[in-house]
């Protein structure tokens, strides 16, 4: 069974920091991984990826202060968020692509930007 769990969620002030981490059960080496996040009555929208071979991606949203890893060794990837703004507010979640093709989604962690 393919399993994501987010970590690292919470409030923080604008301009402020945080870092997401998502845990990952079996050998990540070979998968596509991504964050995205959501807010309330929106759609699920795309933050960061990362292939296996470590290139990044990110929309013009974000690009400049949030950075993608991966640990394979230890099964994880992270979210760098700095710089952060109330749009920045959401449910972030942890997304995963297995070598089948298919995805797999975190529960979810909330990160609210706000003074």
């Known amino acids: 069974q393919v399993r994501l769990v987010e970590s690292g969620g919470g409030l923080v002030q604008p301009g402020g920091s945080l870092t997401l981490s998502c845990v990952a059960s079996?050998?990540?080496?070979?998968?596509?991984l991504a964050w995205y996040r959501q807010t309330p009555g929106g759609q699920r929208d795309f933050v960061a990826e990362?292939?296996?071979?470590?290139?990044?991606n990110y929309p013009r949203s974000v690009k400049g202060r949030f950075t993608i890893s991966r640990d394979n060794a230890k099964s994880m990837f992270y979210l760098q968020m700095n710089s952060l703004k109330p749009e920045d507010t959401a449910v972030y979640y942890c997304?995963?692509?297995?070598?089948?093709?298919?995805?797999?989604w975190g529960q979810g962690t909330q990160v609210t930007v706000s003074s």
């Open positions: 990362i292939t296996s071979s470590g290139s990044t």
């Open positions: 079996g050998n990540i080496s070979d998968d596509f």
């Open positions: 997304y995963r692509v297995v070598g089948r093709g298919i995805g797999y």
